[in-house]
Each structure stands twice: as structure tokens, then as C-alpha cells.
């Protein structure tokens, strides 16, 4: 933060439809707890860069429920802290051999639907914690933003998938279209001296 011109500077010097990743730190409490990388991100977006933040968790997590629910949970708190557009994202996910399971997280409507087969209550551990688990997936639920898209880094389809959803995060298609301001002063140009629309205004009862 405290380098903030030197980095847009050098920001700056990339063409305009660059798309560039920043590898972050992996200490969860600068997201979560403490202000720098907001302080970081805003000073990148009021110099006219579109960020987006992707919270990356581990994919075999899912094979836990307990790490699962607790990685929505940083994720929730990282994305209130920061501000920003997020996306949550699976990484690891060739490490996955369940396939139809891992559609299954991608495509749910909330975290219950996932532990749901995974939680034993007949466990003792589960019967013990079973109530409180259930409370803290409701606190989950109840943001309904925890949703992850799946990242396979050996497919390269599925990086170009993620790349699109950030694409359409940050609205990079639609940042790129003239404003009508644009299309006005384009068409006042081509017009020869006298000519122009006819218009009235009505009023509707």
C-alpha cells in the first residue's frame, strides 16, 4: 500500500484488455480481519482497473464436511471485508474421483444440500455437535453467496470457464462498449449542417 503509485504505474503499462492475476498471500486474517488488502484494492479501483476477488479452496475439503462448512465461512467473512465482486472457487478439482458429487456442490442451492449425506448423526462426534453443525450451515445459507465454480487446471476448458464468470464479474464486455454520449457525438459528426431527428413530447393520461 504504501508503493501505491509504483504498482499502478507499472499496472498501467499493460494494454488495456490485459487480464491480470494477482497471487495473494495465503494468510486468511488479511482478508478476513485486518483492512490493508481493502485498502490495496480500492486504491487499484479508483484508478480505473475492475477487480474481482477469487477466494480459492481446496476441492478435497469436500470429502469433510466440517472443513467444507468452515472454508464458506472464510469465505463470507473475506467477502464482506473486501468489498468486491467475489467468486468462490474449487481448485484441486482433478484431484476429485466423484464426479457426479462435485457437479453436485457446484449446482446446490445451499450448504445443507451438501452435508446433508455426509453428516452421521449416529456418529458420537456428529450426535454431539450434530445441532450446533446444522446452526452454523444455516448462517452459511442464509448469505446464499457461497456458490463455487470448479477449477481444473488440466483442462483447459475448464480455465476458460472461470475466466468467463470473472468476465462477467467485473462486466468486461459490457466496460467496453461506448456509452450512448459516444455514439452521439459519432453521429452529430457525420451529420451535415441542418440535419437532424424530428421529435415531439406527448403526454399520456
Known amino acids: 500500500v504504501e508503493n501505491i ?10 494494454a488495456e484488455d490485459s487480464f491480470i492475476l494477482f497471487d495473494c498471500p495465503g494468510q486468511i486474517e ?4 485486518l483492512d490493508v488488502m481493502q485498502r490495496l484494492s480500492a486504491a487499484i479501483v479508483k484508478h480505473g ?4 476477488a477469487a477466494y480459492c479452496s481446496d476441492g478435497t475439503y469436500l470429502n469433510e464436511p466440517t472443513k467444507y462448512v468452515a472454508t ?7 467477502m464482506m471485508q473486501m468489498g468486491l465482486p467475489h467468486l468462490n472457487v474449487l481448485t484441486k478439482c482433478d484431484k476429485i474421483p466423484n464426479k457426479e458429487f462435485l457437479d453436485r456442490v457446484s449446482e ?8 446433508n449425506d455426509q453428516l452421521d448423526e449416529r456418529n458420537f462426534f456428529n450426535q454431539k455437535f450434530f445441532r450446533l453443525n446444522q446452526v452454523i450451515v444455516e448462517v452459511v445459507d442464509n448469505y446464499s453467496g457461497v456458490n463455487y465454480q470448479q477449477l481444473n487446471i488440466q483442462d483447459e476448458e475448464s480455465v476458460f470457464e472461470l475466466q468467463m464468470v470473472i468476465d462477467n464479474l467485473v462486466q468486461f464486455d459490457e466496460n467496453r462498449m461506448p ?3 459516444h455514439f452521439t457525438d459519432a453521429h452529430e459528426q457525420d451529420m451535415p449542417e441542418g440535419a437532424g431527428f424530428g421529435g415531439g413530447a406527448a403526454q399520456m393520461d
Do not use: M, V
Open 5 to 14: 503509485d509504483w504498482l499502478i504505474d507499472e499496472l498501467q503499462e499493460f
Open 30 to 33: 488479511l482478508y478476513s480481519h
Open 49 to 52: 482497473f475492475y477487480l474481482c
Open 72 to 78: 464458506s465461512l472464510t469465505s463470507i467473512a473475506t
Open 108 to 115: 446446490a442451492n445451499s450448504c445443507q444440500e451438501i452435508i
Open 179 to 181: 456509452s450512448d454520449k
